[in-house]
């Protein structure tokens, strides 16, 4: 049976990548699945801050950034433990307002976000949760993202579920912490640590402003 959607109405006021991390110990895997939408508006009866799931399909055809007032039709998540967003397969998303692409010399950067492709390229490093909910949240260069975690891979049931900030930005950003490190659980009561350089690693082909 179709999911039913809820007809909504909003401004945007930051656009992120939509991304969804796997973990298995020293193991990750990422699949970018689009963009998330942080609108101030109406859904359905209600009103406020609210994030939709959009593909990448949408981003390329109206290229979405801060400012834009859009409407459209999604379905309420089903398992929050797999998207930041509430709502998620969009349609219908129509351009109430262009306004004009909001151009920041300092963070948090505000513009259109690049491709997918041009995220993954980047790598990322590691975000301090408080650092991005103080300062990330409205910049194209962070990301919250969902973490499924498979603990064993004998039993694939067993998994934990998270959320995980990184930031995709220049390494000269001056609000830029890492925070802890961060750990991944496995089976037997194994954890493997996530160090430092594989943050450094991940980001050595950029550099300081890039």
């Known amino acids: 049976m ?3 959607k809820i007809a909504w109405t909003g401004r945007i006021t930051a656009v992120q990548p939509r991304i969804r991390l796997i973990r298995s110990f020293n193991e ?3 699949n970018y ?3 998330v939408l942080r609108l101030e508006g109406i859904y359905g ?7 939709i799931a959009v593909g990448k399909g949408a981003h390329a055809k109206h290229q979405f950034h801060s400012g834009m007032e859009l409407s459209g039709r999604s379905a309420p998540v089903q398992d929050e433990r797999l998207e930041t967003a509430g709502f998620y397969k969009t349609s219908g998303v129509k351009v109430e307002q262009t306004g004009e692409v909001a151009l920041s010399e300092t963070p948090p950067v505000l513009g259109i976000p690049p491709d997918l492709e041009t995220y993954r390229g980047r790598g990322h490093r590691r ?3 408080r650092t991005y909910r103080a300062k990330c949240e409205l910049c194209i260069w962070g990301c919250r993202m969902p973490v499924e975690i498979i603990i064993d891979h004998w039993n694939p049931r067993e998994k934990e579920y998270r959320f995980e900030t990184f930031c995709y930005g220049p390494k000269s950003c001056p609000h830029y912490k890492a925070g802890r490190m961060r750990t991944v659980p496995a ?3 194994m954890v493997w640590e996530e160090e430092d350089w594989i943050d450094e690693d991940e980001t050595a082909h950029r550099g300081p402003d890039d």
């Open 2 to 4: 179709a999911e039913e």
């Open 28 to 30: 990750r895997y990422h």
């Open 33 to 35: 699945l689009g963009y």
């Open 45 to 51: 009866d209600e009103s406020g801050v609210f994030h």
């Open 127 to 129: 975000l301090d949760p």
């Open 187 to 189: 089976r037997r009561g």
